[in-house]
Nanobody, 114 residues
Framework: QVQLVESGGGLVQPGGSLRLSCAAS????????MAWYRQAPGKQREFVASINIDDRTMYGDPVKGRFTISKDNAKNTVYLQMNSLRPEDTAVYYC????????WGQGTQVTVSS
């Protein structure tokens, strides 16, 4: 089964930007939908963004207009460009396909703070 590894997180001030990457160990070209989720301590996992096989995108309401999901099939990588970051964006960010792979990766921590 393909494995997914998230990277690119870090500490950023409010209003700043980060780009997250989700690198797959195998081809993602046959996956109908790839998605980003996030989870803050004590909170349920929350949908962030998705991109389908035809590059159609969808976003959760809290990130609309600020985040952009994209993918590069040749690199087997999905990206999440995050702009105008807010403290409430602080969370561990995960990627997965829909339907979910059974094993989630470690995620990458994003902390937005002054």
């Amino acid at each position: 089964q393909v494995q997914l590894v998230e990277s690119g997180g870090g500490l950023v001030q409010p209003g700043g930007s980060l780009r997250l990457s989700c690198a797959a160990s195998g081809s993602i070209s046959s996956f109908y939908v790839m998605a980003w989720y996030r989870q803050a301590p004590g909170k349920q996992r929350e949908f962030v963004a998705s991109i389908n096989i035809d590059d159609r995108t969808m976003y959760g309401d809290p990130v609309k207009g600020r985040f952009t999901i994209s993918k590069d099939n040749a690199k087997n990588t999905v990206y999440l460009q995050m702009n105008s970051l807010r403290p409430e964006d602080t969370a561990v960010y995960y990627c997965n396909r829909i339907p979910f792979l059974s094993s989630w990766g470690q995620g990458t921590q994003v902390t937005v703070s002054s």
